[in-house]
């Protein structure tokens, strides 16, 4: 379902966008419980220096995350 | 124990959400560690008071985010909010929340509700709340809820009288039930609750979806679970992103209802400032290096002062017991094993003291997550983990507490191999070492006219244990191979001042878990160093007095001289001698005589008690006042009889510089080690490669020098 839906590993600083579910079942808990839902906006605040890992906003709170595991959740944008 | 009618109220919330905080205002300084069982995890108990003067013990459990564990830590708190009939089960809970963005605690609550322990729900943050300009209908909330809701301000003590009286009313149990239960679970959960003692249907669902936080439960107990959840074909973990969902949705439900005034999150801009600079490409690492710096200025400056006065103290106590108690083995054991045991850990305390007191305002402020963020690529290549980072600058004063630092890392390979690779980090038992060996062998000279040769070299040294620390993670990286997945994903809190008093019981805590730990193992090593350097085959320990006597009749050596020849004389006809001359042709190659063996069999439980023997084996008296100075000029004055040089050449030094950085040396650490992987494997392994890797780099290091 998530071919052409982008995902958060793709945004740029500053960007929101709607979280539209994930491609990862065992990491989708995790997420979630996080505050990361299907629905919620997602913005995407700043990458560590060499890019990985990344901090985003959601929920209200700031996560950080690795690329790869950004990579599993698609967003609408 | 002693009074049933004492209530234990467990504390329960999301990582940072105060909850610290709230223990130590609650309890004072009226607090214990224990141990969970099986495990290390410390458990923290306290005692107070209620208004009626009835005494409530409190347990702070680790910080979840839910009740679906996935680190060690977040296990054992699955495991007693699912275990309702043992005289450890909680009277009451108290989940404890940031009131400033509920929705996380929400869902955490939501779940201990369901259980259907007795539940307090403590909002915290009350302070900011009103400055963010959010207003909560609490009693709408209490109501939806169907628990008691408090607002309290844990940093300040507010709202704890009232707390406190909540915990006084009679413990109801909660009557709803949030979360509606799958159709498909509702015959396993029916045949579970008619077979085994299980409160209520989201228990009994919980027991289904969690086979590995079940070890509370009998042998044929757990049969029947896994019975159950077999002719049912219940996976566990099939349900559990659609509960998140559903949970979430009452939540926001809930929150469109209670929540009065809703604001925006502005209030934490400073916060992103802040990381601006402290996540910057160049001055994040370049703040973190500088911070590093700092802290080891202070485990080795600072903290000399404390521990030469401890040190002083307890060889004036040896001392003092010799002259006062009749001479014999029980006096011995006392001034030569016991004492200088106890010593031998207290001296510890400072360096470990200062580093935990840096680590907590590290954590309090919120920028160890930001540690963790900015390490996080490097170390993974490692096949580490940005949370490797606090175990490994921890085991710069002492690996104890690193390895049980290592719990919060939920990567089973990545945990394991940081447990592994952290005794390699040069730990504090090893400075005397390292010290009174470069004095030895590096001229006390400038290097470009600016840099200490002594200096350089010891800093090579910890540089050394720093890089075989990774090498051999990166190695084991290439070797476990495991199905688990690796992931980060963490919350980055809201920069924030350290509350001070925390930064004081974590100090206190971790100080007193390093010396009941490492205590008890160094304690006995002590004993048995003890009886193995006091006691030898033969007759010639008790003859000793006649047979130095008699062979340095024409040297009149002084009073203290000749004590000094009779203590080294047993020594050297001691079962540590003996084993000593024993392993002498294997260390032969890396340069050693049995001399240096003795002190290698004496440290192999704990490495700065090298020193101590090289002192006896050279025949200097323990009472001398200049003690490092004589050591030094006595082991420096040591021939060789092969070659008629001195024995402590380059060559010899630097060889056990490099084994002492590498070898393994410590029993405390393997004792932890053991518990904390839950069996010898680990250890043995951990004992084996280090040992050939300190051999075996010592021959390489001596074959070339000399």
Redesign the interface.
Known sequence: MAENLKNVSQMKPGDIAIIAGFTD???????????C??GVPVRF??T??????V?I?V????????LE?AATISILS | MANPKRQKVALVGNPNSGKSSLFNQLTGLNQKIGNFPGVTVEKRLGLASLPDGSAVEFMDLPGI??I?P?SLDEQIVAEILLNHHSPTTPDKIIVIADA??L??GL?LLSQIIDLGLPTIFALNMMDLVAKAGITYDLKALSLNLGVPVVPINARMGIGLAELKKVILQPGLSPEKQIFHIWDEAKAPIKELRNSLKVDNDYEAYQFLEQPKSLAFLSREEQKIVNDVRQKHSFFP?KF??AE??QR?GFIQDLLNEVTLKQTD?SWKNY??KI??IL???FW??ALFFALLFLIFQAIFAWATVPMDMIDLLFSDLSRHLHSVLPPGPLTSLLADGIVPGIGGIIIFVPQIAILFAFISVLEESGYM?RV???M???MRRFGLN?KSVVPLMSGVACAIPAIMATRTIDNWKERTITIFVTPLMSCSARLPVFTILIALIVPDQKALGFFNLQGIALMGLYLLGFLAALGSAWVMNLIIRVKE?S????????YRLPKWSNVGYTIVEKTKAFVLEAGKVIMAISIILWVLASYGPGDKLSNARQNVLAESANLRLTDQGLEDRIAAYKLENSYAGVIGKAIEPAIRPLGYDWKIGIALVTSFAAREVFVGTMATIYSIGSASNDQDATIKSRMREEVNPATGGPRFTPAVGFSLLVFYTFAMQCMSTIAVVYRETKGWKWPILQLLYMTALAYLSALVVYQILS
């Open positions: 079942e065992y990491l989708s808990f995790k997420l979630m419980e996080m505050g839902l299907p605040n700043f560590a220096p060499f890019g990985d890992p901090c906003s929920s209200g709170y700031e996560l950080s995350l690795r595991e | 985010y839910s679906y996935r400033t963005n929705k996380r869902l973990g559990q992103g998140t969902i979430y999150f916060s992103r990381d601006k996540t910057h490409k994040g690492y997550a963790v963020f900015l996080d690529k490097l940005g997945r992931y980060l994903i963490m919350e980055l809190p809201t």
